[in-house]
């Protein structure tokens, strides 16, 4: 009898709250037992979402002991900031807690605090959490707990970077990423960044070599080959809801071919059912995505150049944010990753 | 034993049925056995739609007789002109079908070809084919097996006019639909129209009381009311990909009260679940809708003029689409209405 | 010799103010002696806006007095709601004022107070301010000094309406205006309807039955004729940043042909260098007109319904502000109309 | 006296020759005296172009003599591989001539020919034509009678560029350019890629290592420093209509200063008056050049790497295409560059 684990999302009024409304409302094993906030008590989710009019939600306060009685697993996409002073009471009262902050990812606290210029959550807690890059660490994922989800920038970049870095194709300091991303990664709060007229038929550069997503980049490429110079790393609003693309640039050590290439591509994620390699000469964009837990790939070699370019493209409220959640949760549970996740893209 | 369906599509290429492979890929009862092509036989489906590239569906060549052999259901998502000389060899060969197009819509045969300016099908098909929309003749549907799936237009606006015109409140020559697209309900085929550069930024009046959806919505209407008289009817192109509102005006015969027409709303659509009536005071939104089945609705009385407002809101590919066209083959195959259409609207 | 005017701006920094900053930097005879802010005196334009960063202006604060010494003509780009209160000083130190609120349009106080929730400006203002819808009321500007200028759906509306209206040929309780508007109508004031996530491929429904232009639309057609009925105007938002489109319906009194109708347009605009009339069956679409101060029209006739549809299309911001207002500067100084508003649009 | 050159445009149909004809339309000392097409002879431009209804140009035939009898300079806005064969007829008639399309920019014919896959042009006309990169370039413009008009990504590319070049201070082999653009930069002819509903939410690399502005863009380079390697450089098409942005990542030879870097910039265009440096810290976005000739470019320098990231953007219709041919004509004219184009972007 399937008898389904019983879920809390806190924080479910953002944008990334309500991606995993969506998506855990058609999970076979999950199911929602409730909805947290700290600043809303009492607001009827429906009320301030519309298109989930036939829900009927209620926000309920965030009382860690009566929420490890109540639900078996905790995804907390609430802010950077919040997430660390919240979080560890969820840890410590047993709770299962997948974490979609960034607050959890750096290991050092001072790294933290120099690139999100926020106080760090205490050193125990960023040991303790295990960096869900499903793909990479699905076994860590497995025996841990308590899972602090990858950015949406690093998941699109290191799901790009890996092959490449592991196998030490390239020289060490040659990393440039440009990465560009639709504004609902901005998330629901207001600014004039993000206000209609401004950002409408824009293209906007930003945080140039400031994204606090640049040290959990260069953690994760360390830890695969400790040579791994800091890399160069910029993101761009573009006039779209949804998509991340990031485009990878990198100097090949010594000569390769394409067809080297791609097949070092196909191998690495043979066995991951959400990456999706490009054939030779073809690329991803990012509506091809749309919706669902898929990274697609293209790989370049150009002769010229001895570059290689790899591009990379996710929904980045899915695999981005909740969908890669929910597959952490997943392989936590000990259920198959693709779970509930086996969508087809929302095209065109 | 979950012994599933088997299920084909002709014109799997288009937009219309690229959105059933996605509504049919998690249906619990239906499995997709094959795609049917006539122009485009042997080519695969991925290589046309990246975002399918996971899925191996190769173009078969439509033959009634052995498609008869092979899948229970055809949905053909053919053009108009297409299907009414392909869809009468299917039904003939003894498969249930539901028609996209808007070949077998109308009863007669001159008015099909007065607003199509095409040959219609012939009469005997035209009187078999049932017309499915789905809230209002889900029993003439679930005795048939040959169904017209709607337009997009007529399901947004029929299901804004039915309370009111069945009810008898509003003067019958009164009716005037103000309505607007997203540019994917153009469909696949190139044009200046659907030219990115044209269309982006822009809101275009087209098709000006010449819209062949009018004599569709009028036949049902004077259904409902033969003393209906003909409406007015315009279609606006919106520059966003999905979705679609009609804005209706009517003529309230008497003194009448929000609180009332409220009422009716609520009672007419009780038992529909993908009809979502907002709160009084309260207005949908397309995007409220996206990617889902729901049609949502807000009401209006104005008592300086006497006159009634409706929205309704649908995703144009969905409930004025594909996703009807599976609430159909639903209902004709004895599930419950709401079978692999329950899923929550893309937000945002 | 080529005296310029000197011209000052009060609410430079909102989307009608940096319109007519572009506006007047390119006219022959206007010259932008100064800009005003009462509450960003002493920051520079350019900090705010990055496109007009090669411009040095600084914001002045607000001196009735000083500003009469120092410039002959103001344009008041200020809310509803301010204007009422700052413009009565303007006009009493002798300023030529060109308002763009809606403050000093409608003139009676209660209605004012009715539809804009707000205090009215005094009785005597209001009178005083002629309303500059420039087409239809030159000879009013002409010999004023004080002008109210039009709301951005009015100008797009009456414009429509006038021909028919004037010429009595429509029934006079028949008007239905569906009225549609690019996100820049909302202004640069932040808020969650014109957050990029929420307004992007959406198309909302707002102020149903409750515009404020409602009252300004129907004060001037029934000066037009005393007979006309309560209108209903809807208003939309539309995901484009500007542009708006006026549907508008009305029954004819009696049979009339689509050659008289679009005879009556020809003849009623012949001398209005900024209205283009469409041939018969051809519409306009917003783009048509972005950027430019044109009000371009078409006309249909439905005998089916014997219902006329007018649609109109101007860009807001132009024509339905800055650029109308820089036309009523123009008659009120004694220039021709057009001075240095006879661009073409920024097409595509 | 002023009597103004007269002006013919050949190719006035594509969207540089609409832009053109916008441009020049409110330019002092040019007159359009005819519109040239060889295949669309006899049409009305505002048949196909509703925005121009108020002008009444018809489209005549290509016969080089008459031309040169009928106008003092040609603007040939026609496609690659057309302008190859027809500008040289152009130019030996005598006529002075700014060809906007690639056909005349690569000074060897091979090299056309392996990235166009066209034939070239004859090797004598390639050298008469001067490459029009205005602010690089102006002395021999104006020596010139047949300007090679510059790419769109060329543009924004080499502006950006040409200060670090020049100076030597990067790695020669260390510059790549990740480039964006708006959809009209692929033109009027109708594709998948820019059809609407495809391009719309969407963002798409293409021509990887493979677009044909490669070698344009090393051919300058080269001019400026023979050390210059092969550059890496990519496109994406964006979301939006129009508007361009290079970010440009280039490795320092030495340690620098962004004070440096930011007094290099200013300096290197302080009598550009198209050029506008940002403020350290601050970057430019494609919409604050929108409609205008301008081309905005902020400069960062990141110690960590060691890395500088230019970042320029412009309209690539004005800057990238007809603005700064008709700044060019300028030049060559002996008129200001400036003249009949110092409008501001039109914003939001």
Redesign the interface.
């Given at each position: 009898m399937n008898k389904k684990s019983k879920i809390g999302i806190v924080g479910a009024t953002g944008?990334g709250g309500?991606e995993l409304?969506?998506l855990l409302?058609?999970h076979p094993h999950f199911h929602i037992y409730s909805v947290y906030s700290s600043s809303q008590e009492g607001t009827m989710i429906k009320d301030i979402?519309?298109?989930?009019?036939?829900e009927s939600w209620r926000l309920q306060d965030i009382d860690p002991n009566r929420m490890a009685q109540e639900v078996d697993l905790v995804f907390t996409a609430t802010p950077s900031g919040i997430s660390s002073r919240l979080v560890p009471g969820l840890v410590d009262a047993g709770l299962k807690v997948v974490d979609l902050s960034g607050d959890f990812r750096l290991k050092e606290e001072d790294l933290y605090e120099q690139w999100y210029q926020k106080p760090s959550a205490k050193k125990s807690y960023l040991h303790q959490a295990v960096y869900g890059l499903s793909e990479w660490f699905a076994e860590e994922v497995k025996e841990s707990s308590f899972i602090a989800n990858p950015g949406c920038y690093p998941t699109a970049t290191l799901l790009a970077l890996a092959p490449l870095v592991k196998s030490r194709l390239i020289e060490e300091?040659s990393v440039?990423v440009?990465a560009?991303s639709?504004?609902?990664g901005?998330g629901?709060g207001?600014?004039?960044v993000?206000?209609?007229?401004?950002?409408?038929?824009?293209?906007?550069?930003?945080k140039?070599?400031q994204h606090q997503h640049i040290p959990e980049i260069e953690q994760v490429l360390k830890g695969w080959n400790e040579n791994i110079?800091?890399?160069?790393f910029?993101t761009?609003l573009?006039?779209?809801?949804?998509?991340i693309?990031s485009?990878v640039?990198a100097r090949a050590k010594d000569r390769m071919t394409l067809e080297d290439l791609y097949a070092l591509y196909l191998e690495s994620y043979k066995a991951a059912p959400f990456v999706?390699i490009?054939e030779k000469g073809?690329?991803?964009?990012?509506?091809?995505?749309?919706?669902?837990n898929?990274c697609?790939i293209?790989v370049?070699f150009?002769e010229?150049?001895n570059?290689i370019?790899i591009?990379s493209?996710i929904d980045n409220l899915v695999k981005g944010a909740a969908g890669q959640a929910v597959q952490n949760a997943n392989i936590m549970m000990g259920y198959e990753q693709q779970t509930g996740l086996?969508?087809?893209?929302?095209?065109?």
């Open positions: 944008y309500i409304i969506r409302s058609s979402y519309p298109h989930l009019s036939h300091d440039i440009d560009k639709g504004v609902s901005a629901k207001l600014s004039s993000t206000h209609y007229a401004e950002a409408n038929e824009n293209l906007k550069i930003y140039v070599n110079q800091p890399i160069t910029n761009h573009v006039p779209m809801t949804r998509g693309m485009t640039y999706r490009r073809k690329f991803p964009s990012t509506k091809e995505v749309c919706g669902s898929y697609d293209g370049a150009d010229r150049t570059r370019t591009v493209v086996n969508f087809i893209p929302v095209y065109p």
